[in-house]
């Protein structure tokens, strides 16, 4: 990998067996009301963990920045995002450069004008035909701002400068996209074998 592209990791989270979570994703893991859901987490994030080992050789130990977006204290070069949804995955790794990642279960959502309205900029709340128009524009949306750091915080804030935002095929259940606050980034898709 070079600082140019960005790899992104297509993850469907059944096939991610045989890579035990650590001490921290089984307490975080705790929190969640459903097993499904407690299922999903640590699966993502065994399948992270597996996927950054091949770009580094560091402790695999995370931190959190000040937006809340996770890091490697003995690897700052390495810039990662995870999303999961439902029963799909999507791992960005760049870098030197901010990476983030969306991927949406598409489900019916009959608010979907509204919260469009709500909580996608200007430029992108009007005419908004139907969830997938919904879905599309939200996953790139949203990985913009997790590229930026800021999550749904920035949520409605036109973006400024120049981007490379892609939407990522990950079947037609799901929408995905990738950003980067960088114009012409190569976008080199990888799909995630399973166990370590």
Same mark, same amino acid.
């Given at each position: 990998?070079?600082?140019?592209?960005?790899?992104?990791?297509?993850?469907?989270?059944?096939?991610?067996?045989?890579?035990?979570?650590?001490?921290?994703?089984?307490?975080?893991?705790?929190?969640?009301?459903?097993?499904?859901?407690?299922?999903?987490?640590?699966?993502?994030?065994?399948?992270?963990?597996?996927?950054?080992?091949?770009?580094?050789?560091?402790?695999?130990?995370?931190?959190?920045?000040?937006?809340?977006?996770?890091?490697?204290?003995?690897?700052?070069?390495?810039?990662?995002?995870?999303?999961?949804?439902?029963?799909?995955?999507?791992?960005?790794?760049?870098?030197?450069?901010?990476?983030?990642?969306?991927?949406?279960?598409?489900?019916?959502?009959?608010?979907?004008?509204?919260?469009?309205?709500?909580?996608?900029?200007?430029?992108?709340?009007?005419?908004?035909?139907? @969830?997938?128009?919904?879905?599309?524009?939200?996953?790139?949306?949203?990985? &913009? =701002?997790?590229?930026? %750091? !800021?999550? /749904?915080?920035?949520?409605?804030?036109?973006?400024?400068?120049?981007?490379?935002? @892609?939407?990522?095929?990950?079947?037609?259940?799901?929408?995905?996209?990738? &950003? =980067?606050?960088?114009? %012409? !980034?190569? /976008?080199?898709?990888?799909?995630?074998?399973?166990?370590?």
């Amino acid at each position: 990998m070079n600082a140019s592209e960005v790899h992104v990791w297509r993850v469907r989270l059944g096939d991610v067996h045989g890579l035990p979570p650590t001490a921290g994703e089984t307490a975080r893991a705790a929190h969640f009301r459903f097993p499904q859901h407690r299922d999903q987490y640590l699966r993502s994030h065994a399948a992270l963990r597996a996927i950054l080992r091949g770009y580094t050789e560091s402790p695999l130990d995370f931190a959190i920045a000040e937006g809340g977006k996770p890091f490697l204290p003995g690897a700052p070069h390495l810039k990662f995002n995870l999303s999961h949804s439902h029963e799909m995955a999507l791992v960005g790794v760049a870098l030197h450069t901010e990476v983030g990642v969306d991927v949406e279960h598409i489900r019916p959502l009959s608010d979907y004008a509204a919260m469009a309205e709500r909580f996608f900029p200007a430029s992108e709340a009007a005419d908004v035909l139907d @969830e997938r128009d919904f879905f599309r524009r939200w996953t790139r949306i949203e990985a &913009a =701002l997790k590229a930026l %750091g !800021i999550g /749904i915080y920035g949520a409605g804030k036109e973006r400024t400068g120049s981007w490379t935002i @892609e939407e990522i095929d990950v079947g037609p259940a799901y929408s995905a996209a990738v &950003a =980067l606050p960088h114009a %012409g !980034i190569q /976008i080199v898709l990888h799909d995630f074998g399973g166990a370590a």
